[in-house]
């Protein structure tokens, strides 16, 4: 079972981008779904959190800019960045709680993706 993200890249101050985070593998189901980041020098900070059941959940520094969605037939999670400021710079990180199955049991694990790097700067 894996996560990859996809979707960062350089954009202006005040522009938007879109990571996709997508899981893999024998996948039977997936709880919640969440974005960390993490700027040089700086700790990993969650961003934003969405249950199974779509309930959403935002960090004070992105409310009211970032959204957070998931396509559960695609086993897929979105961030919507919009109103981007220079600090929103970072590595960004999907993380999921996954409980798959290996052939002969089931097994419920913390899933990180590989980071994608995000750059606001003008």
């Known amino acids: 079972v894996q996560l990859q993200a996809s979707g960062g890249g350089l954009v202006q101050p005040g522009g938007s981008l879109r990571l996709s985070c997508a899981a893999s593998?024998?996948?039977?189901?997936?709880?919640?779904m969440d974005w960390y980041r993490q700027a040089p020098g700086k700790q990993r900070e969650l961003v934003a959190t969405i249950t199974s059941g779509g309930s959403t959940d935002y960090a004070d520094s992105v409310k009211g800019r970032f959204t957070i969605s998931r396509d559960n037939a695609k086993n897929t999670v979105y961030l919507q960045m919009n109103s981007l400021i220079p600090e929103d710079t970072a590595a960004y990180y999907c993380?999921?709680?996954?409980?798959?199955?290996?052939?002969?049991?089931?097994?419920?694990?913390?899933?990180w993706g590989q980071g994608t790097q995000v750059t606001v700067s003008s």
């Open positions: 593998g024998s996948i039977f189901s997936i709880n919640d």
């Open positions: 993380n999921a709680d996954i409980t798959y199955y290996d052939g002969v049991s089931y097994y419920t694990a913390d899933i």
